[in-house]
């Protein structure tokens, strides 16, 4: 890619070739480029990285080769990895990359809490929702704890107590850690 054009390349022969290009707009995003890395070596899966800048967010990870030798691309975190296939003459790996606005939603719910901001013995529980305030915890204990399973792929903070803890937001909802929302 190259500014907001996508270019396919193919072979000499009769293969047909398609190309697809995903494009959109992200609000507050500025200082968008292309990084290029140098030439790989020739050897099976020989790998070579582009990486983003620093303040820069990777959003795009290809692998590039004149000579046809791409077995590949694999992006993590700010890094693009593209591989050299069995017998290729080299790749480059090619990464964008662009300043992104702050993680926050676009529109901010009524309540939004994180288990970053639960701390252990602590009362309350800040609401990082539109209508501020916090939450108390009414009875048992409430802890934030690294967890994994339960769907999660990786290791997760989520939220603890026991089967007497109870939560009370403010003065219209109020719940059980196992139970459903109740109206106060």
């Not at 995003?29 to 990486?51: F, I, K, Q």
């Not at 692998?63 to 975190?77: D, I, K, V, W």
């Amino acid at each position: 890619a190259q500014g907001n054009t996508c270019t396919a390349f193919r072979a000499a022969g009769p293969n047909r070739l398609s190309v697809e290009a995903r494009c959109g707009r992200i609000p507050g995003s500025e200082n968008w480029l292309e990084v290029r890395s140098v030439l790989s070596g020739s050897g099976d899966d020989e790998p070579v990285d582009a990486v983003c800048p620093a303040g820069t967010t990777l959003t795009g990870c290809m692998c590039y080769s004149p000579r046809h030798s791409c077995a590949g691309a694999l992006a993590n975190e700010n890094t693009c990895t593209a591989f050299n296939m069995h017998a290729g003459l080299g790749v480059y790996a090619q990464a964008r990359c662009g300043t992104l606005p702050a993680s926050t939603p676009a529109r901010t719910p009524t309540l939004w809490f994180s288990a970053e901001d639960l701390h252990p013995n602590v009362t309350k529980w800040p609401n990082r929702g539109r209508h501020g305030g916090a939450t108390s915890v009414a009875t048992g204990f409430v802890d934030a704890t690294g967890t994994e399973g339960h769907g999660a792929r990786v290791s997760v903070v989520a939220m603890e107590g026991s089967q007497l803890t109870e939560l009370k937001f403010g003065d219209r909802w109020s719940f059980g850690l196992d139970s459903d929302p109740v109206a106060a």
